[in-house]
């Protein structure tokens, strides 16, 4: 089993529509959920970080955690071409004195103008 | 957020010479930083953890001889990659985590650029 699984993508949605990104991660005791986008060609740039179970909001982006369920989704809302991007889903996992952020393998999503 | 610089941005090599990234942490100090590489329509991959004053820790399969890392200041980080081969050619990003100082699991990473690597 996979450390981190996103949903298989590509996701395509229509200018101003929800894009949903769904997570699931395998170590239990993970605290810490992160949310990078990936331009083509470019390096992640973190756009949430969720900790509690429930939701974060900001800005059209929310995050969603439920640690019962080892689940975190990404909400993007009124969808914008510019958010096009692959977006990659992170955990925090314990390892001996440190934690180190495992990355599942991204999904991508287009946004049709 | 934390901004993290990489120099360079690109560097093409010749097979078997040695390649020398820096990674730099602007308006912060990072006794931690890391090092990935992403192959084309891969994710990020953990190569080592940098640790301010100390030897790395690299992941299992990572060549320790043959990807040199250094990290002598608390802003400044470096990777080299020693007789590159074609099977090196990768972006490779490196990033800091902040705030520094002892390990939290809500401690965050940020990014540098990256660094496009080819090598002929």
């Known amino acids: 089993q996979k450390e981190v699984e996103q949903n298989s993508g590509p996701l395509s949605v229509p200018e101003g529509a929800i894009a949903s990104l769904n997570c699931t991660y395998s170590d239990r005791g993970s605290q810490s959920f992160f949310w990078y986008r990936q331009y083509s060609g470019k390096s992640p740039e973190l756009i949430m970080s969720i900790y509690s179970n429930g939701d974060k909001e900001d800005g059209r982006f929310t995050a969603q955690l439920n640690k019962a369920s080892q689940y975190v989704s990404l909400l993007i809302r009124d969808s914008q071409p510019s958010d096009s991007a692959t977006y990659l889903c992170a955990v925090n996992m314990r390892v001996p004195n440190d934690y180190k952020l495992s990355f599942g393998a991204g999904t991508t999503v287009t946004v049709r103008a | 957020g934390a901004v993290v610089s990489q120099h360079p941005s690109w560097v093409i090599c010749k097979s078997g010479t040695s390649v020398k990234i820096e990674c730099r942490s602007l308006d912060f100090q990072a006794t931690t930083m890391f090092w990935y590489r992403q192959f084309p329509k891969q994710s990020l991959m953990l190569m080592a953890t940098?640790?301010?004053?100390?030897?790395?820790?690299?992941e299992q399969g990572v060549e320790k001889d043959k990807f040199l890392i250094n990290h002598a200041s608390l802003t400044l980080s470096t990777l080299t990659v020693t007789s590159a081969h074609p099977e090196d050619s990768s972006f490779y990003i490196c990033?800091?985590?902040?705030?520094?100082?002892?390990?939290?699991?809500?401690?965050?990473?940020?990014f540098g650029p990256g660094t496009r690597l080819t090598v002929l």
């Open positions: 940098s640790n301010e004053g100390s030897k790395a820790t690299y």
């Open positions: 990033s800091a985590r902040d705030p520094p100082g002892g390990t939290s699991s809500t401690d965050t990473q940020y």
